[in-house]
């Protein structure tokens, strides 16, 4: 690793630290630690590493792969309602010369957008009855004069029940949110230099998650992410003659379901379209599957399946998607741990 990603290390992940440990003039001793406790609480971050593999037997020195992928990412939550954020992701191989190589850091920023609890036409439509139904009431109570023993219980009865319509909430529905990330990439990798001649890369993609209502499906999560991003290089090819990619678009849909406490499984499914500075485009896709389970705070385990490549045939027309096969897919495991 160059000292240049030593200092971007140093940069993304101590910095947050060192500042939140920083002393403020003018401040007791109490205010520093409440304020550090502050700026803590709005530092979030995941580190994981994972071990991947094909399926080919490891004697098959020519096709069998074994790597190694380290990431790791640091968020900072404003107080003004974005977060700000940064990601790296090291590669090695642990087969052959076993080299190993660091993607381009990737900065970025996301702003909510919508964020409210979902409601159900059924229970609106039954506080809005319960509403008219008292209104009604105190109308008719005001008109009478004189109120039998009768009509003094009907009423008292309704207004327990425009008090229990006050206090009723209507959480059926679920969650749903809405944000807006936009990301930059920063061209320090060995590949972004050397070979394609990358400038930078900048994405843009809302992220609509939904929480579906824990009275119907508890632990069921819908994610669909779709997003564009556009690149700059110095040249249209790379430096093996192959086209550089002028812009992308893609469609993320995640489905996560928690089986029970602390077990969870999720499926990852990526479709990408991608042109060349000449206009050509291939398309790729992604299936990923996945168990989790926490075992202590902050810590998981995972274990998956994925397949990804073109999403056409070598003849261009048929299509080439598939859930598994044999010489395409890879197994992996790992553990992360979120702070």
Request: proline content about 3%; charged content about 25%; some cysteine.
């Amino acid at each position: 690793m160059t000292k240049n990603f030593a200092k971007l290390l140093c940069i993304l992940f101590i910095g947050p630290a060192l500042m939140a440990s920083a002393p403020v003039k003018g401040m007791s001793a109490t205010q520093k630690d409440k304020a550090r406790e502050a700026l803590l609480e709005k530092i979030s971050g995941t580190l994981a590493t994972t071990f991947q593999t094909n399926l080919y037997e490891f004697s098959d020195e020519a096709n069998k792969t074994f790597n190694n992928v380290t990431s790791g990412s640091i968020n900072f939550r404003s107080e003004y309602g974005f977060t700000a954020g940064a990601a790296i992701v090291i590669d090695k191989n642990l087969r052959d010369e076993r080299k190993q190589s660091v993607r381009d850091p990737i900065l970025s920023i996301s702003i909510p957008i919508i964020g409210a609890n979902v409601q159900t036409d059924i229970e609106n439509l039954k506080d809005s009855n319960a509403q008219k139904d008292i209104k009604k009431l105190k109308n008719k109570y005001k008109k009478t004069k004189t109120k039998s023993k009768k009509q003094t219980a009907k009423a008292k009865k309704d207004k327990n029940k425009k008090k229990t319509a006050k206090k009723k909430t209507t959480s059926s529905g679920g969650t749903f949110t809405l944000s807006l990330r936009s990301s930059l990439a920063l061209p320090f990798s060995d590949r972004s230099k050397k070979e394609t001649n990358l400038r930078t890369a900048v994405s843009l993609s809302p992220v609509a998650v939904y929480s579906v209502d824990p009275n119907y499906i508890p632990g069921l999560i819908l994610i669909f992410r779709p997003g564009v991003r556009v690149y700059s290089h110095e040249f249209k090819v790379d430096t093996s003659g192959r086209s550089n990619t002028s812009y992308s678009m893609n469609a993320r849909f995640i489905i996560s379901y928690s089986i029970i406490d602390n077990l969870s499984i999720s499926f990852d499914n990526i479709y990408a379209r991608a042109w060349t500075y000449d206009s050509n485009y291939n398309d790729q896709f992604s299936f990923d599957q996945s168990l989790s389970y926490s075992f202590m705070k902050g810590f998981s385990v995972y274990a998956g399946h994925a397949i990804g490549g073109s999403a056409l045939d070598v003849n261009g027309q048929d299509s080439n998607l598939k859930a598994f096969d044999s010489r395409e897919s890879e197994v992996y495991t790992g553990i992360s741990y979120r702070f």
